[in-house]
């Protein structure tokens, strides 16, 4: 699931936008100011930033300064800013795109759609000199060997190292991964740890933590 940071000081509309792309089986965090945006951003991998100009704390330009010199996600602007002069800034910052307010939200959705597909990124992650690819979604032994885990298995992988420092759930999990499938419960998530542990090398739980009575949290190589 691609994960976008949606990055809008105005309620209705980031509320908007959220619940929309959300439908759209994108996973979405909105933060209202440049500070919770940095520090959202901080935490686990992205796949693009979809940010207003005009924040309550600072410049949205210097936000997208910030992102650039570090990491090489691509960036939607989206703002009522739109002159020739806000454009040709943001691309010169490094913009993929520029949508300018008003919108219509099934061009936006086309638009993040193809920026996506445009500028994939990849995500590595080491654990126990293991490499896990999870755009590729394999995991790279210190041998070279390249094995592939079971398409929810992965998945719950990614939802863990994308979570991460959060503790998720064994409920979420299962919402996550399966909806509202009935007959399943708590032990099938504690059997895909234990498969997902041993392509890991992680004999002691050091990658994947069992917080007790909750669930599972991941902490890499144990940092």
């Not at 936008?17 to 520090?39: F, G, M, P, S």
């Not at 503790?167 to 708590?186: H, T």
Request: hydrophobic residues 40%; negative net charge.
């Amino acid at each position: 699931m691609k994960r976008l940071l949606l990055v809008e000081d105005d309620r209705s509309l980031g509320a908007t936008l959220c619940e929309r792309l959300q439908r759209e089986k994108y996973d979405v965090y909105w933060a209202e100011t440049k500070q919770r945006a940095l520090k959202k951003l901080g935490e686990g991998f992205w796949d693009l930033v979809i940010l207003d100009i005009g924040l309550p704390d600072g410049s949205g330009f210097e936000l997208a300064r910030q992102i650039k010199e570090k990491t090489s996600l691509p960036i939607m602007f989206m703002t009522a800013l739109s002159t020739a002069e806000h454009r040709l800034e943001g691309f010169e910052i490094g913009a993929a795109d520029f949508i300018p307010k008003p919108f219509h939200l099934r061009e936006l959705l086309l638009r993040v759609k193809h920026v996506l597909d445009s500028h994939p990124v990849q995500r590595e992650i080491s654990c126990n000199g293991r490499v896990i690819e999870l755009s590729n979604r394999v995991i790279v032994q210190p041998d070279g060997e390249r094995e592939y885990p079971a398409a929810r298995d992965f998945e719950l992988l990614e939802l863990l190292v994308t979570s991460s420092p959060r503790v998720v759930s064994r409920n979420e999990i299962l919402d996550a991964l399966w909806g509202e499938d009935k007959f399943l419960n708590q032990r099938t998530v504690d059997n895909m740890i234990v498969r997902l542990r041993q392509l890991l090398g992680d004999t002691k739980s050091t990658c994947i933590r069992s917080v007790r009575g909750i669930g599972y949290q991941w902490c890499g190589d144990g940092e």
